[in-house]
């Protein structure tokens, strides 16, 4: 894999309101060495601690992401440093998060994750629990978390009508939300949809940020 080529050829078509995280699960500190060096400063980890030990020892202007869902006794590790949680679909987690920011004297950023797929396997809100997440009264109580956005991963098939239909689904809830709920609020921006399979149909539908791995790094052995 040429991984600096491959950031340039993802980067250079990119809409200037979109912006590239690099999946970097599994991959060791070199590849994500050779990415930083063309340039990429925003990774995304799935496990808390991988994110971690590559957050100690890479350059420290990296801009780290959590791409899934961590599991909430170990939300502690990565709260000091974490720029945006992409997974997040409860308010247990929501409050786990705004208690480890209070220790930390921040405030993080988190999208809510919506289930958009046809497969059940996969986590996320529908629209109906999200209102009941964002009108609760234990939400209105999280002053150091913040939700920016919403997130979703589509099917995994050829079937590209289906793909666009569910990133379609995605916009509107964003759109949904924003005027219910975040209609005076500047920072919530993101839609976080696409990966190495469907990022270009997914920015076509709307996407604010793409969340690629396989195409930058090549194929993951777990
Ligand atoms: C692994 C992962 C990706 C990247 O997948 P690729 O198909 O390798 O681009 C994106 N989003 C999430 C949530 C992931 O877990």
């Known amino acids: 894999m040429d991984i600096a080529k491959n950031i340039r050829e993802i980067t250079e078509k990119l809409p200037k ?3 590239l995280v690099a999946v970097s699960k599994t991959k060791p500190n070199e590849d994500i060495l050779e990415a930083y060096n063309a340039g990429q400063r925003i990774f995304g980890e ?9 957050y100690e020892e890479l350059p420290n202007d990296i801009e780290w992401h959590f791409i899934g869902h961590p599991q909430s006794n170990k939300v502690k590790y990565i709260a000091p440093f974490i720029s945006l949680i992409h997974g997040v679909d409860s308010v247990k987690l ?3 998060i705004n208690k480890e920011a209070i220790k930390n ?3 993080i950023d988190v999208l809510l ?3 958009i797929a046809e497969e059940s396997t996969k986590f996320g809100l529908s ?3 999200a209102d009941e997440l964002l009108t609760s009264e234990a939400f209105t109580q999280l002053k150091n978390v913040r939700i920016i956005g919403v997130m979703g991963m589509a099917t995994y098939t050829d079937d590209k009508d289906q793909v666009r239909n569910e990133f379609r689904v995605l916009k509107g809830i964003f759109n949904s939300l ?3 709920y975040f209609s005076d609020s500047e920072f919530f921006t993101e839609i976080s949809m696409g990966m190495s399979g469907d990022y270009p ?3 076509e539908e709307g996407s604010t940020l793409i969340r690629v791995g396989s195409k930058i790094f090549g194929a993951r052995n777990y």
Do not use: G, M, S, W
């Open 178 to 180: 924003k005027n219910k």
């Open 46 to 54: 799935n496990k808390v601690q991988d994110l971690t030990k590559k």
């Open 127 to 129: 629209p109906d629990e």
């Open 105 to 107: 004297d921040r405030v």
């Open 113 to 115: 994750q919506f289930h």
């Open 94 to 96: 929501l409050k786990t």
């Open 17 to 19: 309101n979109v912006r």
């Open 201 to 203: 149909l997914a920015i």
